[in-house]
């Protein structure tokens, strides 16, 4: 079950502690100053394309790119934008000051240790993607004698489910390209990825007999900021929530992924 919106809205308050009702940490004034907005972009969702003579595979996540422009042009500035080659970059990038924020980290208690979160500003769907060939998972205790695998960075988000429990130990794997390359050779019997992930590797590979067998769970995904930056957060969740009531995230979504937004709150 989704948390209800009034749980997603007290995240940030719950974070920032004492200091939420601070003013003036300079946060959002260091951005402004600089002019430049610097987003990390997941690949979680990302879509596969294909590799440039033969070099290495690129990811490319439309709908959060489009995102982290249309909040910069609503801070009027510029946004540089760089795709995570490795999970935790994004988390490090803030750690160390090279990243203002994040697009768009599952909300995990691992992560919260670490980063502050704006609104979660979507759902998204897990689902189990298999091979057609690859027998009928309609039978959840089926799993338990499955090779399942899942990307690193959306292993917490299933470990803190405890309707989940019931899976086995999944394959932690980095990469979306390799993830997709287990299941094609048949080194794993399904993977866990995000809906909008599943339908872009189904795209990606037309021929493989891919399919969505089921949805396990959903989670809640939204920006991430460096602890203590009240003031960026506060901007951002603003101007977040103007994106989704005048229908931009919605329509960027759909342009993007050919799927309906799901709010990450029961409407």
Do not use: K
């Amino acid at each position: 079950m989704l948390p209800s919106r009034r749980a997603l809205l007290a995240v940030p308050a719950l974070l920032a502690g004492p200091a939420w009702g601070q003013e003036g940490d300079g946060s959002l004034t260091r951005v402004a100053r600089s002019g430049v907005l610097r987003v990390s972009i997941g690949f979680w969702a990302a879509e596969l394309l294909a590799q440039e003579n033969g070099g290495t595979a690129r990811l490319r996540d439309g709908f959060h790119e489009g995102m982290a422009l249309l909040i910069a042009e609503r801070l009027g500035i510029r946004a540089a934008l760089q795709t995570e080659q490795a999970p935790g970059d994004g988390r490090r990038g803030l750690l160390a000051g090279e990243v203002d924020l994040l697009l768009a980290p599952p909300l995990t208690r691992e992560l919260l240790r670490d980063v502050m979160f704006c609104t979660p500003h979507l759902s998204l769907d897990l689902v189990l993607l298999g091979r057609g060939q690859g027998g009928s998972y309609r039978d959840r205790a089926n799993l338990q004698s499955q090779r399942l695998a899942t990307l690193t960075v959306l292993a917490p988000a299933i470990a803190e489910r405890r309707t989940l429990s019931d899976l086995p130990d999944l394959l932690p794997v980095s990469d979306p390209w390799l993830l997709a390359q287990y299941l094609l050779q048949g080194l794993v019997d399904g993977v866990i990825v995000t809906n909008v992930m599943a339908r872009l590797m189904m795209r990606r590979f037309p021929g493989a007999g891919l399919r969505a067998q089921f949805a396990l769970t959903s989670s809640p995904f939204g920006g991430a900021v460096a602890y203590g930056a009240h003031d960026l957060m506060r901007a951002l969740n603003q101007i977040i929530e103007e994106l989704q009531l005048d229908g931009s995230l919605p329509s960027l979504f759909r342009q993007e992924t050919g799927l309906t937004l799901t709010p990450p709150f029961p409407s």
